[in-house]
């Protein structure tokens, strides 16, 4: 069965970095665009960023555009989120998903169990 797993995150300073990874198995990651979300109590699940299947097509939300970095390694069956300069707003949990069609924001078919970040001021 398709398994995303998550890790890193944690507790992280105002101003300060953190990197998601996401480590996918049961599917041909290649064929998978992958996406980042994230959620907080009350609110929706928003996107945050998106790689395409080869990584050429990257897309990220206007809310962490210059501060996040997603990147894959198809050989590592790897998707991760490099944050920088986190804001206190950046506390969510956040999410690694895996889908073929639609854009960049919908379509994922699979998802993983989600990691906290909680970003102090």
């Known amino acids: 069965q398709v398994q995303l797993i998550e890790s890193g995150g944690g507790l992280v300073q105002a101003g300060g970095s953190t990197r998601l990874s996401c480590a996918a198995s049961g599917l041909t990651f290649n064929a998978y665009k992958m996406g980042w979300f994230r959620q907080t109590p009350g609110k929706e699940r928003e996107f945050v960023a998106h790689?395409?299947?080869?990584?050429?097509?990257?897309y990220y939300a206007d809310s962490v555009k210059d501060r996040f970095t997603i990147s894959r390694d198809n050989a590592k069956n790897t998707v991760d989120l490099q944050m920088n300069s986190l804001k206190p707003e950046d506390t969510a949990v956040y999410y690694c998903?895996?889908?073929?069609?639609?854009?960049?924001?919908?379509?994922?078919?699979?998802w993983g169990q989600g990691t906290e970040v909680t970003v102090s001021s």
């Open positions: 998903a895996a889908g073929i069609l639609g854009d960049f924001k919908i379509g994922y078919n699979y």
């Open positions: 790689i395409s299947r080869s990584g050429t097509n990257i």
